[in-house]
């Protein structure tokens, strides 16, 4: 009997040590996840208002064209920044479930684009019923929600509140800016919105786990 109770007690006492060395590890990631949220932020008020600024005053949407740019340098950026702090290359069930949302954000977001561009520019007969919808729907507000669902999910799997409601704040606001702003270069104003967002959730996260 009392040998059944100790093996309980082990059993219950290895439940908290995962637990606990999973609530660090969320600790850890969203601590790190500070700075990264900054540094996207930043890049993406960057490319809103550069991006904003040449279709504006050139009146060429194709400018659009830049915002490929932005994962081509913002991906290697954040590679380098890991690979100088070894303690950011240690990965874990956490982080990489966190990493997945934000890939699978970056696919969708990538492939939508394009086939958008090619459904406007060369689309015709029956697919023309498509372009239709998308000019309903939108492509912006749709990235913008994806944006706030990853955001918020990444949140719910850090345990963080701070990301849950920026995801909501962004992906909801910039649905409604959307439709107050119309479309255009002006819906890239949506875009500066997300990013600076993201930027006070880096630093309130910074400012949470300094």
Partial sequence: MEEHENKEMTAQESLSLISETLNNSRKEITRRSGKYFLFWGALLVFFS??????????DNPAWNFLWFAMPAIGMPLEKFSRRKNPSERVQNDVSRINGGIWATFGIFACVMSLLSFILVEFADGLIGLFRSIAAVVGLTPAIILLFGMAESISGVVLKNWT?????LVTGIGGWFLYYITGAEAEQLIIFAFAGLVLVVTGLIVKYQYR
């Fill in 163 to 167: 990301v849950r409601i920026a995801g």
């Fill in 49 to 58: 208002l550069l991006t904003y600024l040449l279709w504006e005053t050139t």
